[in-house]
């Protein structure tokens, strides 16, 4: 049993961030609401990863057709890996950049939820990668893929976890030194 548990923790030492093509062209295709709610989520968690030392992984899905990471993602935009493999791990250039900052913990975020999100899921647990899994920093356009991408995500062995859960897990405690400002972003939301 204790070993099952293992793959529900965060270490901060040990976790990345990563942000699956939130793009021009991609977040308009999602319904309006949803899109939004995401997108401010993931905010949060870039903030709050910035505020925790945690090094942070962004991709567009061939950029030329779906348009740059998002405006209000505008910081993430230069460094993001351009890939056209719908799964993260088919690009070289990603498993270069997760294997240089050293993270053996993903959490993974972004569009869509049954496409890229989920195939890159599979292939980071394929490889040893433990991967928390954001609900609600994560959407697809129909919400019956949004639930299948969730209960295929469990099934194969991935931490099914939300944006506060996850940050909150990540600093562990109040005395941790970015409780302040993390708490102080999560009031904001």
């Given amino acids: 049993m204790q070993d099952n548990l293992k793959r529900f923790r965060l270490d901060r030492k040990s976790t990345a961030l990563v942000i699956v093509d939130v ?3 991609l977040v308009p295709a999602m319904d309006h609401d949803t899109a939004r709610d995401t ?3 993931i905010q949060l968690l870039l903030k709050g990863a910035r505020q925790l030392g945690l090094p942070v992984i962004a991709t567009e899905q061939y950029p030329r057709g ?5 405006s209000e993602l505008a910081e993430i935009r230069d460094g993001a890996v351009t890939k056209v493999s719908f799964s993260c791990c088919g690009e070289p250039a990603f498993l270069e950049t997760l294997r240089n900052c050293g993270a053996r913990t993903v959490l993974l ?9 989920f195939q890159t899921l599979i292939d980071l647990l394929d490889r040893g990668y433990k991967v928390h899994l ?3 920093a994560i959407c697809s356009r129909r919400r019956i893929d949004y ?13 099914v976890t939300t944006a506060e859960t996850a940050l909150f897990q990540l600093m562990g405690s109040a005395r941790d030194a970015g409780f302040k400002a993390v708490s102080a972003l999560i009031k904001e939301r």
Avoid: I, K
Wanted: aromatic share 2%; net charge negative; charged share 20%.
């Fill in 66 to 70: 779906l348009g740059s990471t998002v």
């Fill in 134 to 136: 954001v609900r609600d």
């Fill in 109 to 117: 975020t972004g569009m869509e939820a049954h496409v890229c999100v």
């Fill in 147 to 159: 639930q299948t991408a969730l209960e295929n995500a469990r099934f194969a062995g991935a931490a």
């Fill in 23 to 25: 793009q021009e062209r």
């Fill in 39 to 41: 997108v401010q989520t």
